[in-house]
């Protein structure tokens, strides 16, 4: 009986004692000026490393289940490195690691994929084939002004700037305001749908009126009007970004003027499109075309 009542005792010290690790892990992520996507992931990272070592968690193991993620799993390195960095914050709390310690966690080297592009031709098609106005106007926007999803989920009606034709992003990734340039005839798009919809304090409402949409909703929007207009490629609603920033380029546009729109930290991010641009590649001609 005494057994099992130090068992139970161990077990409540050991909960209180996670719960209070992770709320301090969160604590300092607000002090440090995370988002609160960023807090939510990575403690649903640590609750999901908690809950696969049995409670039983230590660098020792969680080295040992990184591992298995990469090895047996296969998950990406980007996933992988991105639990690596909860494991880290949350350590400091629940192990009390120094920083030299922390260090020792070894990070799987970055993968390094080419953005996916849907040519101009699909993203005409994409557009026609979507009947719904609000559906129409949340996937031009995308595409005319090359915002992330939850950026165009938290546009507010007052963000468009019809007299100065910029629509305000306010805190993109990485917590920064941008601006981008709002086309002509987005502008048309964006007034029948404000006729037709009346839209308050959020330009695109969830269905009951009482904040902005989902990115659920939107990715569903996508996906279901790419299937409608017949394109086979996998794609998904980040394409429109990548879209927007891979004609720019091929149009003539700056790699630094496409960096400023995209809200781009660093130029590097912002030349990965220069791989994908077929502008200068078709303008080669193949030695077996020679022969």
Request: aromatic share 8%; net charge positive.
């Amino acid at each position: 009986m005494m057994l099992l009542v130090r068992e139970q005792v161990a077990r409540y010290k050991g909960n209180t004692s996670k719960i209070n690790s992770i709320q301090q892990m969160k604590n300092y992520m607000i002090r440090k000026g995370y988002s609160p996507k960023t807090i939510k992931s990575y403690v649903n990272h640590i609750k999901h490393l908690d809950h696969a070592l049995n409670g039983k968690m230590s660098p020792e193991s969680i080295e040992d289940y990184l591992l298995t993620l990469l090895n047996e799993r296969q998950l990406s390195h980007a996933y992988v490195n991105q639990m690596i960095n909860a494991v880290k914050i949350y350590s400091q709390f629940r192990f009390k690691l120094n920083s030299e310690r922390l260090h020792g966690y070894i990070r799987p080297k970055s993968v390094h994929k080419l953005p996916k592009v849907m040519s101009k031709d699909d993203v005409k098609r994409l557009f026609e084939v979507t009947e719904n106005p609000k559906h129409k106007t949340e996937l031009m926007l995308a595409y005319s002004c090359g915002l992330r999803v939850s950026e165009v989920a938290n546009l507010k009606v007052t963000d468009i700037d019809s007299k100065r034709m910029v629509v305000v992003i306010h805190q993109g990734k990485g917590r920064k305001d941008r601006i981008t340039g709002l086309s002509t005839k987005m502008l048309v798009q964006l007034r029948e749908y404000y006729k037709q919809y009346k839209p308050g304090e959020w330009l695109f409402e969830n269905a009951t009126k009482s904040g902005p949409i989902s990115v659920r909703s939107l990715q569903n929007v996508f996906h279901q009007n790419r299937e409608k207009a017949g394109i086979k490629k996998i794609y998904s609603f980040h394409a429109l970004r990548h879209s927007y920033a891979t004609h720019l380029l091929e149009s003539g546009v700056s790699l630094r003027h496409i960096q400023q729109l995209l809200g781009h930290k660093s130029s590097r991010t912002t030349e990965r499109y220069t791989h994908v641009s077929t502008q200068e590649i078709q303008k080669i001609i193949n030695p077996l075309d020679l022969m």
